[in-house]
């Protein structure tokens, strides 16, 4: 993967205002895809009593890591958006972990990119979430 291809991955995470502010990192990326960690903060719970992360939250960090795969595919574009994108919660994740989201890039069309991806907060095989989506591919 060029070194170009992760500037422009890397700084379209960091652009993203939601992402830094749920404390997205994008810790991993390659022509296989994309890995971004976000971090337990109090302030992405979303039930009081049991301290679980908002599925909210999870979603956007799917959604944001599946984006991140698409710029990395040695295919890509220079843009993405997400058309469709469907997730399906296993479980709660544990309060006070960091939750990990890993994406691929499996199929790239001339205008439609396919993922896949899944998220972990590194407590138990069964993922607290996995997701596929199909994304647009901007070409100049």
Avoid: W
Avoid at 81 to 97: C, W
């Amino acid at each position: 993967m060029t070194d170009q291809r992760t500037k422009n991955a890397r700084q379209f995470i960091e652009a993203i205002p939601h992402s830094r502010d749920l404390g997205m990192e994008l810790t991993q990326i390659d022509a296989q895809g994309a890995t971004i960690t976000m971090p337990y903060l109090e302030k992405l719970i979303g039930d009081p009593a049991t301290g679980v992360i908002h599925g909210g939250a999870i979603s956007a960090l799917m959604d944001t890591c599946a984006g991140a795969a698409v710029m990395s595919h040695p295919k890509a574009g220079y843009a993405t958006a997400t058309l469709d994108l469907r997730i399906d919660y296993m479980r709660s994740a544990v309060p006070h972990h960091t939750i990990t989201a890993r994406a691929e890039c499996y199929h790239m069309t001339r205008s439609v990119a396919f993922v896949r991806a899944t998220a972990t907060d590194g407590t138990s095989d069964i993922p607290v979430a996995t997701a596929t989506g199909a994304f647009t591919v901007e070409r100049a």
